[in-house]
T-cell receptor
Framework: DQQVKQNSPSLSVQEGRISILNCDYT??????FLWYKKYPAEGPTFLIS?????DKNEDGRFTVFLNKSAKHLSLHIVPSQPGDSAVYFC????????????FGAGTILRVKS | GAGVSQSPSNKVTEKGKDVELRCDPI?????LYWYRQSLGQGLEFLIY????????KSGLPSDRFSAERTGGSVSTLTIQRTQQEDSAVYLC???????????FGPGTRLTVL
C-alpha cells in the first residue's frame, strides 16, 4: 500500500510561472514532511521541510503548504526556472528525528523557456 | 569531498552472484540509511543505523539482504544470490544527530542479468 502518493507523474510549466506539486498521505502517524529534488544520475537533494505543527514553510522561491485534515501537502515554486526541471519527491516520517522516510513515486517537472 | 559517497557507481552482475555496495557517510553524521529505487518507483527504505543502537532492518526485502556499519562510519550492503528483481539504484543517506534532513549519495546502479 502506498502511504505517500504523488498522483501526477509529470508537470509542464512555462518559465516564470508557478509550479505546484502535490502529495497525499494516508498514515496519520506522519508528522514531518520533506521535499527532495533529483537530477538524473544523482542522489536526491533536500529542498524544504515542514513539521505538522505548521501549515506553511517558505524558503526563497519554494513554499510548502500542509493541510493536515486533508492529509495533503503541496510544493509551490515561483517563479519557475528551467534549472528547476527535475524529479520531485515528497517524503514523510513519523517523528522528526532519526526515522526512515517514506517516499512518493515522484513528479517529473519540466520548465519550458 | 564533503558529501555522501558510494561505490561502485555501476555494478553489473549475473543472477546468483553476491554483490557488495559501499557507502561513506558525511563525517560526523551518526545516522545512516539505505534505500533503493526501482525503475519508475519512489525510494524504498531498506535499513537504518543510528550510533551503537541495533539497526532497523524492517525494510530488507529478504534474508538475502544484509548490511553492516563498521566503526560507526562506513556501511556495506550485501546482496547474496542476486535475482533480476534486485536490479535498482541503491541509495545511501546520512544525517546529523537531532536533524531530520537526510543527505543522499549518488547511488549505485545494480543490474542483475
Amino acid at each position: 500500500d502506498q502511504q505517500v502518493k504523488q498522483n501526477s507523474p509529470s508537470l509542464s510549466v512555462q518559465e516564470g510561472r508557478i509550479s505546484i506539486l502535490n502529495c497525499d498521505y494516508t498514515n496519520s502517524m506522519f508528522d514531518y514532511f520533506l521535499w527532495y529534488k533529483k537530477y538524473p544520475a544523482e542522489g536526491p537533494t533536500f529542498l524544504i521541510s515542514i513539521s505538522s505543527i505548521k501549515d506553511k514553510n517558505e524558503d526563497g522561491r519554494f513554499t510548502v503548504f500542509l493541510n493536515k485534515s486533508a492529509k495533503h501537502l503541496s510544493l509551490h515554486i515561483v517563479p519557475s526556472q528551467p534549472g528547476d526541471s527535475a524529479v520531485y519527491f515528497c517524503a514523510a516520517s513519523a517523528g522528526e528525528y532519526g526515522n526512515k522516510l517514506v517516499f512518493g513515486a515522484g513528479t517529473i517537472l519540466r520548465v519550458k523557456s | 569531498g564533503a558529501g555522501v559517497s558510494q561505490s561502485p557507481s555501476n555494478k553489473v552482475t549475473e543472477k546468483g552472484k553476491d554483490v557488495e555496495l559501499r557507502c561513506d557517510p558525511i563525517s560526523g553524521h551518526t545516522a545512516l540509511y539505505w534505500y533503493r529505487q526501482s525503475l519508475g518507483q519512489g525510494l524504498e527504505f531498506l535499513i537504518y543505523f543510528q550510533g551503537n543502537s541495533a539497526p532497523d532492518k524492517s525494510g530488507l526485502p529478504s534474508d538475502r539482504f544484509s548490511a553492516e556499519r563498521t566503526g560507526g562510519s562506513v556501511s556495506t550492503l550485501t546482496i547474496q544470490r542476486t535475482q533480476q528483481e534486485d536490479s535498482a539504484v541503491y541509495l545511501c543517506a546520512s544525517t546529523r544527530t537531532g536533524k531530520a534532513e537526510q543527505f543522499f549519495g549518488p547511488g549505485t546502479r545494480l543490474t542483475v542479468l
